[in-house]
């Protein structure tokens, strides 16, 4: 995993918050980047939760969210009557939390999540919520008192702000586009004409090949690192490649559960330090396409992903990376035109991806905010009729959290006897010495 931080570059962030509160009062996203922006009207949504060991009830609830808020600043904007950098009103405090008493734990974190599309029904009420559960007879056998869930707009937190938020760490964004590393001119006429072919292909595909609205499922998998790590060395790939192709191979295996029958197609996110000022000033994150060789001998197919992905991180993404906030800025502009275009037919269309596959970086509880924390810890995302897949490693554990079709749902319980059958074999030499990094 490729180190990250709080700030990637240097800002005058309380400049910024002083015109910020003026920005916002005819248009509440008006601060927002124009990946934000698409986030947004996409409605995607974000979830991160995790028992703990402590009681939770109203009141500490309300504390928590201080605390987050205070190190995570961008929670303050994109709603009605927001006050950027500001605390909450009591008001506001207690329309965002909630608490429930329960008998028992079963069936969580599962049965708690979902879309979160509630977040949008109250424009004037900031972009995200804290829920608790907490059991009404005490602890359980496994010191479990409580479980907390977070949900929230992607558009103003990703996984490296959950990162860092479990360290107790700062997790204000700054300015993350780098103004010294200049794109040429060419590159950008380039990026802004590829941008535009793709725009008018975007719309025109969505509408006329988006897929019906189809049942939808989320689970939650919690893995042992040590078990990967170990599988990782006998096989000698990166641990995040055997991530990757596990989930894949055991969702997409069958014919019918991919879109082509040679490769398995992913999105692939990743962090990236070498920005430049044609980057989003928000995000972090960076969305690549791969096409994963589809091969039936599990230990071939691993060792292709790990090779797909070798040449992905060796490549210079700039130019993609340019085209694709062209992508957004476009998309920006002709909303504001024709907005009929944006309807649920376009954010259903996601293009022929089989997977979104999103390695977060490492939650390690750290500090009063995180205290009470309980792994295994889970984060996941819901963006309209995308399959995601999110991998969250902590110290002891590693979620996959699914977000997918539920004909997908129900093939995860292949990736445990997978796991299984590979340990058991009795594994060749790798062609290459093994990558234990995430």
Not at 2 to 16: D, G, L
Not at 23 to 32: C, D, G, I, R
Not at 342 to 357: A, H, I, K, M, Q
Request: glycine share 6%; net charge neutral.
């Amino acid at each position: 995993m490729k180190s990250f931080s709080s700030s990637s570059f240097a800002s005058n962030h309380a400049e910024a918050l002083d015109l910020a509160f003026a920005a916002v009062q005819k248009n509440p996203q008006a601060l927002f980047t124009n990946f934000q922006w698409f986030l947004y009207t996409g409605k995607d949504t974000i979830f991160f939760t995790a028992f703990s060991k402590e009681k939770f009830d109203k009141q500490k609830l309300k504390e928590l969210v201080a605390q987050v808020v205070a190190l995570a600043p961008q929670l303050t904007h994109g709603f009605v009557g927001a006050r950027p950098g500001h605390p909450f009103t009591e008001s506001q405090l207690d329309a965002i939390t909630s608490v429930e008493l329960v008998d028992s734990f079963d069936g969580y974190p599962d049965k708690w999540l979902g879309k979160s599309a509630d977040i949008f029904d109250h424009p004037d009420l900031p972009l995200f919520r804290f829920m608790a559960a907490t059991l009404k007879d005490g602890p359980d056998a496994e010191g479990r008192i409580s479980v907390i869930q977070v949900r929230a707009a992607h558009c103003v937190l990703e996984g490296s702000d959950s990162a860092l938020l479990s360290r107790s760490q700062t997790a204000n964004h700054g300015i993350q586009s780098n103004k010294d590393n200049k794109v040429s001119f060419g590159a950008r006429f380039k990026g802004a004409l590829q941008a535009g072919i793709g725009v008018s292909l975007h719309l025109f595909f969505a509408h006329i090949m988006s897929p019906p609205d189809k049942p939808f499922g989320f689970k939650t998998l919690p893995l042992r690192r040590d078990r990967l790590r170990r599988l990782a060395n006998r096989l000698g790939v990166r641990q995040r490649s055997l991530y990757f192709a596990i989930v894949t191979h055991a969702l997409h295996s069958d014919t019918d559960r991919r879109l082509n029958e040679a490769v398995i197609a992913a999105a692939y996110t990743m962090l990236d330090t070498r920005r430049t000022d044609a980057d989003d000033d928000f995000f972090r994150v960076r969305a690549l396409q791969a096409k994963f060789p589809y091969k039936e001998d599990f230990v071939e197919y691993v060792r292709s992903v790990d090779d797909v992905v070798s040449q992905i991180e060796n490549k210079d993404i700039t130019s993609f990376q340019t085209q694709i906030m062209a992508l957004f800025a476009m998309h920006r502009k002709l909303h504001s035109w024709f907005p009929f275009l944006y309807g649920p037919r376009f954010w259903r269309f996601s293009g022929r991806v089989d997977t979104v596959l999103t390695l977060v970086p490492p939650h390690r509880t750290l500090g009063p905010v995180t205290q009470w924390m309980m792994e295994p810890i889970y984060c996941g995302a819901y963006h309209p009729a995308s399959n995601i897949a999110t991998f969250c490693p902590g110290r002891e554990f590693m979620t996959v959290n699914f977000v997918m079709e539920q004909r997908h749902i129900d093939a995860v319980e292949r990736i445990e006897p997978l796991i299984a059958r590979i340990e058991a074999l009795d594994l060749p030499e790798p062609v290459k010495g093994a990558s234990v990094e995430a």
